[in-house]
């Protein structure tokens, strides 16, 4: 079964930095391409960073590009966000996604190719604020 379980995410000043954690199971993450996705408030879902399966490469939204860092550590299943120089604007629910299933479906152009994420996780909370 599919599974996916995001961590890390708080409260934290303007200009501060959070990790967030996606730990996979069902699926290793070095066959299956990762995203990170975020949900405002009052916003639609929106896409952050992607991780490919088959060399690790990346890809950054231009919102994020140059504060955020995706990467993972295949030994232990997992996808980090690692956010730096967080602002007010990157409040969200941030969710991990997996290129696997069919679920709740969203396609994705990333700079390696087009990527359609059908699994979901729960979604962890992150609040940037003074």
């Known amino acids: 079964q599919v599974q996916l379980v995001e961590s890390g995410g708080g409260l934290v000043q303007p200009g501060g930095s959070l990790r967030l954690s996606c730990v996979a199971s069902g699926f290793s993450v070095d066959y299956y391409t990762i995203g990170w996705f975020r949900r405002a408030p009052g916003k639609e879902r929106e896409g952050v960073s992607y991780i490919s399966a088959s060399d690790g490469s990346t890809s950054y939204e231009d919102s994020v590009r140059g504060r955020f860092t995706i990467s993972r550590d295949t030994a232990q299943n997992t996808v980090y966000l690692q956010m730096n120089s967080l602002k007010p604007e990157d409040t969200a629910v941030y969710y991990c996604?997996?290129?696997?299933?069919?679920?709740?479906?969203?396609?994705?152009?990333?700079?390696?190719?087009?990527?359609?994420?059908?699994?979901w996780g729960q979604g962890t909370q992150v609040t940037v604020s003074s």
């Open positions: 996604a997996a290129a696997i299933g069919s679920d709740d479906l969203v396609v994705v152009s990333t700079s390696f190719g087009v990527v359609p994420f059908g699994s």
